[in-house]
Structure formats: structure tokens, C-alpha cells
């Protein structure tokens, strides 16, 4: 209301807003009109970047975690748990080789 009134009077009377009152109130005004403005912005880039989230977590969590099995697979038997490594070997770079 307060910059309304800053308006109506700027074509009410031009002449009479050639002070530097009327100016510093009126960019003072324009300061509090922007800043809910650049508030809501900030909070809808916020909402947009949590639902790009959203949608990435479900695309996730809806995948299929079945892995599917070859049509020449072997089956194995009953497992025992005994497990026993041939032929492993691990590096990383600029370390040894563990065999």
C-alpha cells in the first residue's frame, strides 16, 4: 500500500517528487516489493532441485533388483559355504600386486 501511495502521488504531482525523500521511499519500497520475490525464486529453484532428487531415488528404489539368469546356466548344487579363492589378484595403482 505504502508504494501505491508513492505512485498516485508521482502522477498526482510530478513536480513535487523531485526530492531526494521521494526517491530514497520509493527505492526503499521497491527493496521490500523485491525481496519476497527473490525469496519465492530461491524457494521454487529449492523445490525443483528436491523433486530432480525425488524422482531419481524412486527411479532407484523401482528398479528391478532380480538379476536375471542365463538360459545355459549351471546349477551348482547345494552350496556348503566353503568358498575358495584360485587365481585372485587385486592392485591399486602405484602399490604392489596382492596374489
Partial sequence: MYGVRFVAQFFAHPEGCDDGGFADGFLSYLAQFFKPVKDLATMTNT?????????????????????????????????????????????????????
Fill in 47 to 99: 523445490i525443483a532441485q528436491t523433486a530432480v532428487g525425488v524422482d531419481r531415488v524412486q527411479a532407484i528404489l523401482n528398479a528391478s533388483d532380480v538379476i536375471p539368469e542365463k538360459e545355459d546356466a549351471i546349477d551348482p548344487g547345494p552350496l556348503k559355504g566353503n568358498i575358495e579363492f584360485e587365481r585372485i589378484v587385486s592392485a591399486t595403482q602405484g602399490r604392489a600386486r596382492i596374489e
